[in-house]
């Protein structure tokens, strides 16, 4: 007996790369860290409890019967993360290049099935060189039993992907389905093929940096949410995000307990500029509505037009959605849709109450955004908007024009309160193209056509130019000054709090893709 002990004890130990983990805090100076040093950072001290040391794969093609290693190249268990249950699975570059194997995919596969029984996040530290090559078509069944449960756990439970190391060919396909994607820079890429085959194929010159690196993905094709310095930054931030959501879909945000004290912000009152059409940064208008330092921003690189990203409003989670006016003025195209849309889904799946700051002049025109879909992605974010059934709070701080209006969580599409500004803007469009429209020929006959443009645009804008139109209508609940917008916000989500809506029963929609 005690010699099976001892034999247990040594196996494990040589698992653990020789030595525990007590070391690794005195060793680690910022650089790539070992699988098992990524799970040690990412938990609650000492809260991982390993599933599936043991595990070995099954190969017996190419002498691999003669190659095996415990736990076969992936760490799988669970721990806590701020107390709350998490499961994780970290790849092992130094086994097979972190390969999926048959039985790797097995371990991933059964984290992921307690996870759902359980209603916990998952959250996966990928650095692999993918399917297993020895094992060919078992490795790639390995995938798609992965890929097959992302797909049933979406919006059951958050899904987090880290990508620590090589993520190519398709094993980018679990981290596209999750949540989140979080890349490190300069040691991770993700491509569905790489610069050999590009070269042979277009006969273009890349490097994998180029091609798949954080920054490409961060700020090209938008596949990374989020980018981290090192691996340890990595962690944290994992750790950050997960402090915004909840469990399951079936539990609410993780709050802070926060007692209300003087909530006005008069720092509100100075940012939107005299000058209707001078820029000026929504992020300040953010940092003035929310907690100190809450605000977590998401895809902060891509498609900058659109902010969105979590933050606690009187210490509770809220997500942001907002126009940029420094970055294309505000405008909505393509990318900013699907951003946009993405994030306010996921805050649905997630009963994440959203607050939407409008300063928008409406959809970008031209042949490059009506030959890339403007009109099924500008669809994607009126269907989320619509469908969403979580607390919906909006609040128009200046131009709110065309169907972009009706777009960014209008009244007309389910918001529960509209908030405006007395310097917002809500019409059809701008008043000097609507007056070269609606008064063209009376321009034109006029004896000082500059002028009557001048006289009629003025007309318009005192029109439209403005909230109370809108208000008088009851499209606006209430128009309200910059200062008070954090105590009015803060009250209107309390009030929201405990918002139910029942949608008819339907297998689901189908939102346009
Ligand atoms: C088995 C692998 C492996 C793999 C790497 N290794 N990838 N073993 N299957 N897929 C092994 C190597 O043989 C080597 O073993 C060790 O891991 C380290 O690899 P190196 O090549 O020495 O490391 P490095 O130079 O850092 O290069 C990393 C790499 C490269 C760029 C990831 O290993 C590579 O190109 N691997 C193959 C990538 C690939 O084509 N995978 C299949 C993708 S298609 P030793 O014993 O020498 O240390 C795919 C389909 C998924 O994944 C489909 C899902 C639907």
Same mark, same amino acid.
């Given at each position: 007996m005690d010699n099976k002990i001892e034999l247990l004890q040594n196996k494990i130990k040589s698992a653990y790369l020789?030595?525990?983990?007590?070391r690794i805090e005195k060793q680690h100076k910022g650089g790539k860290l070992t699988a098992r040093e990524r799970v040690h950072f990412l !938990?609650? &001290?000492?809260s991982f409890e390993e599933i599936g040391l043991m595990v070995t794969h099954r190969c017996t093609d190419f *002498?691999? =019967?003669?190659q095996q290693i415990l736990g076969d190249g992936v760490i799988t268990g669970y721990g806590t993360i701020h107390s709350r249950l998490v499961y994780v699975f970290a790849q092992d570059f130094t086994v097979f290049g972190g390969s999926l194997s048959e039985t790797h995919a097995e371990k991933i596969c059964k984290l992921m099935d307690l996870a759902m029984k359980n209603g916990a996040p998952v959250i996966g530290l990928n650095d692999s060189g993918g399917a297993r090559i020895q094992e060919g078509v078992s490795s790639l069944g390995g995938y798609a039993d992965i890929f097959y449960r992302n797909t049933l756990s979406s919006g059951v439970i958050p899904q987090i992907s880290a990508i620590m190391g090589p993520c190519a060919g398709g094993a980018v396909y679990s981290p596209a389905i999750t949540d989140f994607t979080i890349m490190v820079e300069n040691s991770s890429y993700m491509f569905v093929t790489g610069p050999n085959v590009v070269k042979t194929v277009t006969n273009e010159t890349v490097t994998s940096e180029e091609l798949g690196g954080a920054s490409t993905h961060a700020s090209?094709? *938008?596949?990374?949410?989020l980018t981290a310095h090192n691996d340890l930054d990595c962690l944290n931030r994992i750790r950050t995000l997960l402090?915004?959501? &909840?469990? @399951?879909?079936?539990s609410k945000t993780p709050n802070i307990e926060y007692l209300l004290k =003087?909530?006005?912000? &008069? %720092? !509100?009152?100075?940012?939107? &500029?005299? @000058? +209707?059409n001078q820029p000026y940064d929504m992020k300040e208008v953010i940092q003035g509505i %929310?907690?100190? =330092?809450?605000f977590f921003e998401i895809h =902060?690189?891509? +498609?900058?037009n659109i902010i969105v990203g979590f933050a606690r409003l009187a210490g509770r989670s809220i997500g942001i959605i907002a126009n940029q006016p420094i970055s294309l003025a505000g405008v909505l195209d393509v990318n900013s849709s699907k951003k946009g849309g993405r994030f306010v889904r996921f805050c649905d799946c997630f009963n994440i109450p959203m607050l939407v700051l409008v300063d928008v002049p409406g959809f970008l025109p031209g042949t490059d955004q009506e030959w890339n879909g403007i009109i099924t992605n500008g669809a994607k974010l009126l269907y989320a908007f619509s469908e969403a059934t979580v607390p919906r709070i909006t609040l128009i701080t200046r131009k709110a024009y065309g169907g972009a209006y009706d777009v960014m969580n209008s009244k007309h599409i389910g918001a529960d309160l509209n908030f405006a500004w007395p310097t917002a803007e809500i019409a059809v469009m701008g008043a000097k193209g609507a007056s070269e429209i609606i008064f063209r020929k009376e321009i034109v006959e006029a004896a000082d056509p500059a002028q009557k443009l001048l006289e009629k645009e003025k007309e318009y804008a005192d029109t439209f130019a403005n909230p109370y139109k809108a208000a008088s209508r009851g499209f606006i609940d209430e128009v309200i000054l910059p200062n008070d917008s954090r105590r009015k916000l803060i009250k209107g989500f309390a009030m929201l709090e405990n918002k139910k809506v029942d949608r008819p029963k339907r297998k689901h929609g189908n939102i346009p893709l």
């Open positions: 020789g030595g525990g983990i007590d !938990l609650d &001290p000492d *002498g691999m =019967e003669n090209k094709s *938008g596949v990374t949410h402090s915004y959501i &909840p469990q @399951n879909c079936e =003087e909530e006005f912000r &008069p %720092v !509100l009152d100075n940012i939107i &500029p005299e @000058n +209707a %929310v907690d100190d =330092e809450s =902060e690189q891509y +498609a900058e």
